[in-house]
């Protein structure tokens, strides 16, 4: 029996993760130093197509940024503190620019905006032996499993 929501994906287990600390994400870390080892599941699993070509990075790191969507210059957006407002290029409807529906439809060049908080971790390069000490006391195994398929 599932009694709490369960989130498998890479992408929504790094958001959990930032809203601690790697302390208490070790499995993070663990990833990490699979990517500097260059394992073929852990590899594949990222879909970048320069790691799933045998390249290995030397070092590997992880920040932390804050995430906003972008905001719409209208007047309730004006008024949020600390928030970016984009102009936008594209819209539908009245070429004006007056029409209500063609400013509710516009379309911003960014949708995302991003600033930088800090370090989550600092840069780890391969066979670092804190990073080995640190993954062996969460038991964590420290060759890569080949056979283990993710997908």
Same mark, same amino acid.
């Given at each position: 029996?599932?009694?709490?929501?369960?989130?498998?994906?890479?992408?929504?287990?790094?958001?959990?993760?930032?809203?601690?600390?790697?302390?208490?994400?070790?499995?993070?870390?663990?990833?990490?130093?699979?990517?500097?080892?260059? $394992?073929?599941?852990?590899?594949?699993?990222?879909?970048?197509?320069?790691?799933?070509?045998?390249?290995?990075?030397?070092?590997?790191?992880?920040?932390?940024?804050?995430?906003?969507?972008?905001?719409?210059?209208?007047?309730?957006?004006?008024?949020?503190?600390?928030?970016?407002?984009?102009?936008?290029?594209?819209?539908?409807?009245?070429?004006?620019?007056?029409?209500?529906?063609?400013?509710?439809?516009?379309?911003?060049?960014?949708?995302?905006?991003?600033?930088?908080?800090?370090?989550?971790?600092?840069?780890?390069?391969?066979?670092?032996?804190?990073?080995?000490?640190?993954?062996?006391?969460?038991?964590?195994?420290?060759? $890569?499993?080949?056979?283990?398929?993710?997908?």
């Amino acid at each position: 029996r599932q009694v709490a929501p369960h989130q498998p994906r890479l992408d929504w287990q790094m958001w959990f993760a930032a809203l601690g600390n790697y302390q208490h994400n070790p499995w993070l870390i663990n990833l990490m130093d699979k990517i500097l080892e260059g $394992c073929d599941p852990v590899m594949n699993l990222l879909g970048d197509s320069r790691l799933a070509a045998g390249h290995v990075p030397s070092k590997v790191r992880a920040q932390l940024y804050h995430y906003d969507f972008t905001r719409l210059n209208t007047t309730w957006a004006r008024r949020i503190p600390n928030t970016s407002i984009e102009a936008s290029k594209e819209s539908f409807g009245d070429d004006t620019g007056h029409s209500l529906w063609a400013d509710f439809f516009r379309f911003p060049d960014n949708y995302w905006t991003r600033t930088y908080v800090r370090e989550y971790t600092m840069a780890i390069e391969g066979n670092n032996t804190s990073v080995t000490a640190f993954l062996d006391h969460y038991r964590y195994q420290r060759r $890569c499993d080949r056979t283990r398929r993710w997908g």
